[in-house]
């Protein structure tokens, strides 16, 4: 089992090496990686939900005011798109936010790309590459965060929690956005499932989104935290208290996937 783990690992990082980042030491109040989830169970509607909702962010004054109200007033950002692999083509390197022009014309970026999507979910390996990228930076900065954002439990590649772990351990913090706007009947808990499988490190957090309408608002609120390093209880709270299966998405592909598609679609 350890060894297919290894094997789908290796599958779902080896599209996309981290890039090299312009930085050259400089200060930054935040290095943060929006991870952005383009697997084939996020439905157009969705997709179009994601992508408004980060341009949408990206551009508010409140989010430019948090970024200027820093010590730095200015922090490090990078995006990729992923599924059950992340391809060199779905990442946007490091840039450097330190106002609106930035602010805009990092939002023009994620704007211009074409909508896809791709089989798999592999937060396991969005992590991955998510720390690779942190590794990277050129920057100096006392934080660092993984911003991931789905609609389903990891099928492919590691075992999520064990590369939460390790870049926990690493000192990243990883906050997550679950989207249960069309939830799957199998997977009925994913707020709970992040919670549990996907978030960590200090001040991480989990922000679900129940309906459409509060997207553009939920990843505000989201960016506006990981930015300004506060938490509100408020909007990352999970009612749920009973633990889940960090194998679930394993499990589901196995019987559900596997048997009509055994090698995943690269």
Not at 27 to 41: F, G, K, N, W, Y
Not at 159 to 175: E, H
Request: hydrophobic fraction near 45%; glycine fraction near 10%; charge should be negative.
């Amino acid at each position: 089992m350890l060894a297919m783990f290894g094997l789908l690992a290796c599958l779902a990082c080896a599209e996309a090496a981290p890039l090299p980042a312009p930085g050259d030491g400089a200060p930054a109040d935040v290095e943060l990686v929006l991870a952005v989830d383009i697997s084939q169970s996020m439905d157009e509607h969705e997709l179009t939900l994601q992508r408004a909702g980060y341009v949408e962010a990206l551009r508010h004054p409140d989010f430019i005011n948090a970024v200027r109200s820093g010590s730095n007033g200015r922090i490090a950002l990078a995006y990729f798109e992923w599924a059950g692999v992340v391809r060199d083509d779905g990442v946007i390197a490091w840039q450097i936010i330190d106002g609106e022009d930035s602010a805009n014309a990092f939002a023009d970026r994620i704007a211009a790309r074409p909508f896809r999507s791709f089989r798999g979910t592999s937060i396991s390996g969005a992590i991955g590459f998510g720390a690779g990228l942190l590794e990277r930076t050129g920057f100096s900065a006392p934080r660092r965060v993984i911003d991931i954002s789905g609609d389903g439990p990891n099928n492919t590649g590691l075992p999520v929690a064990a590369m939460r772990d390790d870049a926990v351990a690493k000192g990243v913090v990883i906050n997550g956005l679950p989207i249960l706007i069309s939830p799957s009947p199998s997977v009925s808990r994913l707020d709970r499932y992040y919670a549990d499988c996907v978030t960590g490190g200090a001040g991480s957090f989990v922000l679900p989104i129940y309906a459409a309408s509060e997207f553009s608002t939920a990843i505000r609120r989201k960016l506006i935290q990981e930015v300004s390093g506060l938490t509100d209880a408020r909007y990352i709270r999970v009612d749920d208290a009973a633990p889940v299966d960090c194998l679930l998405g394993e499990r589901l592909r196995q019987r559900f996937s596997d048997p009509y598609f055994p090698e995943l679609d690269r």
